[in-house]
């Protein structure tokens, strides 16, 4: 399984050291950042569970900037569902919208995304995969150069003949601390056991493990996977690019039209 963590897998460090032949000497290097012209990111999901579906749309900010979500307001966003309008989505909060009324998704079902924002549409599209449930979760540890690490294993069983993409979102104190994907090429049609490999180390007993199991489509598997890649989870980091967003004209982002099924598992 390739895995994605945003936050444990990121660190580098630059050292610059200049020796002179007799005597050292510290030299301040000033780096020029350009500027770049913002982007439109849109984070949109459609799940199977009846609730209200939720899109986000922010910009890219420069570099020097805060970290913050930097939220896009007054954008015009229609959900199709087989070609036929199905909700016009309500801001609800600067950057964030909402569905009007809670419904559920369905899988096999082809949704469209449109979202118009200053003058520019971006569209997406996604296919609703069938549903596959998490059946548990449970412990596995493994011995890594005399030290013991422990991580939950996600256990399901593969659909045969069908090519399958999943999502695993693990969660711990209501902190997303894992997003991982994996697929079916190596075990169609099995009962699997995928680790997750976030360790539970500075976990207490008591403390509870959120696991939720996505099946998402193609495009959006993919797009997962090539920001694991570039944060070097599965092996070196590649070089930094965008995931490949499945939004037209430019904007960056994913569209994931899913299903969903949850574990908790509890720490003894």
């Not at 801001?91 to 009007?100: A, F, L, Q, R």
């Not at 944060?231 to 904007?251: H, I, T, Y």
Request: net charge positive; charged share 20%; with cysteine.
């Amino acid at each position: 399984m390739k895995s994605m963590n945003l936050k444990k897998y990121t660190r580098y460090v630059f050292v610059v050291i200049a020796v002179g032949t007799f005597s050292a000497c510290k030299k301040v290097i000033d780096l020029k950042l350009d500027e770049a012209v913002p982007v439109i990111v849109i984070d949109g999901g459609i799940s199977d569970l009846n609730e209200n579906q939720v899109v986000k749309v922010s910009k890219t900010y420069n570099f020097t900037e805060p970290n913050k979500f930097n939220g896009v307001s007054k954008a015009n966003i229609v959900l199709k569902a087989d070609a036929k309008v199905l909700a016009v989505f309500v801001e609800t909060d600067p950057g964030i919208y909402k569905s009007p009324t809670k419904f559920k998704g369905k899988p096999g079902v082809r949704y469209d995304l449109s979202v118009t924002s200053e003058g520019k549409t971006y569209e997406a599209s996604s296919i609703m995969p069938a549903r596959v449930i998490l059946d548990a979760l449970t412990f596995k540890t493994f011995n890594f150069f005399g030290g013991n690490k422990s991580y939950i294993v996600a256990n399901f069983s593969d659909p045969a003949g069908i090519a399958n993409q999943y999502r695993y979102i693990l969660k711990t104190k209501g902190v997303v601390e894992e997003d991982a994907v994996s697929e079916d090429r190596f075990n169609d049609g099995n009962k699997v056991e995928n680790v997750i490999f976030y360790e539970l180390d500075d976990l207490v007993k008591g403390d509870s493990v959120h696991v939720e199991f996505q099946c998402v489509d193609r495009n959006v598997y993919r797009y997962f996977y090539s920001i694991g890649q570039n944060s070097g989870q599965g092996g070196p980091p590649v070089s930094p690019a965008n995931p490949p967003s499945n939004f037209s004209n430019g904007a960056l982002g994913v569209f994931n039209a899913h299903t969903s099924s949850s574990r908790t598992a509890v720490i003894k």
